[in-house]
């Protein structure tokens, strides 16, 4: 069974940083790309960054310049660090993974974290 585990939420002041990590664990062959994305109250979920496995990056908009994605393919773990925290990131930041199973099958399968919250007071 693979799970997809994260932490670093929290509460943080305007202009704080905080970082998530995300650990991919189980049964698989490799994991392809991994991502965060965000969900406000209200509002859809929405992609903030991802990472293919060789290391490109695609952020959103309202987060570039300051978030950056990275990740450890020796431990399956990506990470997200804030900086320049707002408001406006206030969310349910869930961790992606897109992730092989086995070796004779490239079907990508979908998995997501449980979520973990962030909360940026003004």
């Known amino acids: 069974q693979v799970q997809l585990v994260e932490s670093g939420g929290g509460l943080v002041q305007t202009g704080g940083s905080l970082r998530l990590s995300c650990a991919a664990s189980g049964s698989f062959f490799s994991v392809n790309s991994m991502g965060w994305y965000r969900q406000a109250p209200g509002k859809q979920r929405e992609l903030v960054a991802s990472?293919?496995?060789?290391?490109?990056?695609n952020y959103a908009e309202s987060v570039r310049g300051r978030f950056t994605i990275s990740r450890d393919n020796a431990e399956n773990t990506v990470y997200l660090q804030m900086s320049s925290l707002k408001p406006e990131d206030t969310a349910v930041y869930y961790c992606n993974g897109r992730l092989r199973l086995n070796s004779y099958s490239h079907y990508l399968n979908d998995y997501w974290g449980q979520g973990t919250q962030v909360t940026v007071s003004s």
């Open positions: 990472i293919s496995d060789g290391g490109r990056t």
